[in-house]
């Protein structure tokens, strides 16, 4: 029997809960490093979501320039 990597998804929400950056799902089977590049965006709070499978993990971001 083969078990599947379970999907990876990364979102960041800004205040107001809109959905300013997405990436996917993608089979993760491993450690994870990812950079995502947030120039774009303004200075703020915003939360970075990441699922991973069933589970999600909710953390803060602050952007600052």
């Avoid at 959905?19 to 703020?44: D, F, Q, R, S, W």
């Amino acid at each position: 029997e083969t078990t599947q990597p379970d999907p990876l998804e990364i979102k960041i929400y800004n205040t107001l809960g809109q959905l300013v950056y997405h990436e996917p799902a993608a089979n993760a089977n491993a450690t994870v490093t990812k950079t995502i590049h947030l120039e774009h965006l303004a200075t703020g709070l915003y939360t970075l979501q990441i699922r991973l499978g069933d589970e999600m993990i909710n953390k803060k971001v602050v952007v600052k320039k």
